[in-house]
Nanobody
């Protein structure tokens, strides 16, 4: 139901834009949901990266503040994450879901930042 895309391998300081589509959800259901991006690095627990409410209020985890931007397009049922000034510690599999997570997890998209 959640399909993430846009990951890749970039050098330190690079940028990526991730996208997540709620493929089987109707717009009226998607629009009011608080959506979020999460990430899981190897050997670590999944952590919350950023959230966006139905009213487009946003919140960010301390490690990504000032570098990442979350946005949504309700007509397309998508949530994006624009990541700038990437660091090696941003390397992880990135997932989207509600906040708190209630939908089945997608496959995620791998982000690798190399020095």
């Amino acid at each position: 139901q959640l399909v993430e895309s846009g990951g890749g391998s970039v050098p330190t300081g690079g940028s990526l834009r991730l996208s997540c589509r709620a493929s089987r959800m109707i717009t009226s259901t998607f629009s009011p949901l608080t959506m979020a991006w999460y990430r899981q690095a190897p050997g670590k627990q999944r952590e919350l990266v950023a959230t966006i409410t139905g009213g487009r209020d946003t919140n960010y985890g301390d490690p990504v503040k000032g570098r990442f931007t979350i946005a949504r397009d309700n007509s397309r049922k998508t949530v994006s994450l624009t990541m700038n000034n990437l660091k090696p510690e941003d390397t992880a599999v990135y997932y989207c879901n509600q906040n708190p997570p209630e939908l089945p997890w997608g496959q995620g998209t791998q982000v690798t930042v190399h020095s």
